[in-house]
């Protein structure tokens, strides 16, 4: 097998990370379609979406423990094969109600992907090196937001809206058999207690206990919260408000995703001389400074894309900084425990990001307000966690 540090079993595990992303929006230009095959209306359809982000977050309490126990290799393998059985499913399923069920057992195999990945990373590079994998990958992985969009797009076009799942189908085959082939166990500390329901408490217990793993946690959430409200009102903004074409709007989605990569390339760079705790800083405040000039822009009724777009490429280059330094000061303190500190950590983020998306949904009104006093909000939450919980460690 390859090395756990080669470049073969990075791009393993960003492929896993990118399972997430991919599952929603490599389907997403196949909606209409699908209902009109299923024969059902928007909100059913919609429920799609909303079944997938619940079975994610709640799986990922599950599988930091269990691989705490068990060992990454074994209950990523297990995942992955689940989610390949789950698409299949969605791409067989002659009924909406067999595919919103699909797409939940989806999430649950989806989700071992990033939650066991980052504790991978954890376990074979340590907390400053981890912070810049994990940088590399997140650079990597928002190629899926901005590709999966139009990928889906001509698969739609070309073969149905089932051609969506199958792909997602034939992605899981390939990372399943790069595990079964390329990944060696990198849990050293096997740990047989971790899912006793009292050794899940005291260990939760300790987490929600540390000021530093909280303000991580919020730094995390608070700035992924910022990216979902983009998420959640642009498409409203650009096509309903300015009139922009689907096209035009994916392109701009586009440009906004290389903001984030910038970020996360300019992480990988200097977080191993700059350190976790200075990045995180400095992404923070850039976000805030792109949620401000975001808001101003909105409040001076200059609805436009340069407006939206300029000051939300700014915010995504300070979330690129933030975010991989930020996953890895929270995960590194814990090496006996990585697992459950990584998902933690991340239902903390879905949950919010999802509490925050459906409130922008609500408040869309056609103009870029709602989304722009979001992003602002969270952006200052994220910079409030950060000064105000965060103790820089040695």
Known sequence: MPHPQSLAV????????????????LYLPSLPALGQALDAPVPTVQLTLSVFLAGFAVSQLVYGPLSDRFGRRPVLVAGVALYLGASAICAL????????????????????????????VRDV????????????????????PAVGPILGGYLT????????????????????AGLVRGLRETNRHLDPTAT???????????????????????????????????????????????????????????????????????????????GIDRMVLAGVITSAAGGLAMLACALAGWLTVPAVVGPFFVFMVGAGLTLPNAMAGAVGPYPLMAGLASALLGFCQMTLAAGIGIGVGHLTDGTALPMAGAVLAVSLAA?????????TRA
């Open 10 to 25: 990075s791009a393993l595990l960003t492929g896993l990370v990118a399972l997430g992303p991919l599952s929603t929006d």
């Open 93 to 120: 399923a002659p009924s909406i109600d067999l595919l919103i069920a699909g797409r939940f057992l989806q999430a649950v195999g989806a989700c071992a992907g990033p939650v066991i990945a980052r504790a991978v």
């Open 125 to 144: 590079y340590g907390r400053e090196r981890a912070a810049k994998m994990l940088a590399y990958m997140a650079m990597a992985m928002a190629l899926a």
């Open 157 to 176: 076009m070309w073969s149905g809206w089932r051609a969506n799942f199958w792909a997602l189908t034939a992605i899981a085959c390939i990372l399943l």
């Open 196 to 274: 006793r329901p009292d050794r899940l408490l005291r260990n939760y217990a300790m987490l929600l206990g540390d000021r530093t793993y909280i303000g991580y946690v919020a730094v995390v959430a608070c700035s992924y919260s910022g990216i979902f409200s983009f998420i959640s009102g642009s498409s409203f903004v650009f096509i309903d408000g300015m009139g922009l074409s689907p096209e035009l709007y994916g392109l701009c989605f586009a440009a906004i995703v290389f903001g984030y990569m910038a970020g996360t390339f300019a992480s990988g760079r200097l977080t191993m001389r700059l």
């Open 383 to 391: 910079a409030a966690a950060r000064l105000g919980l965060i103790r």
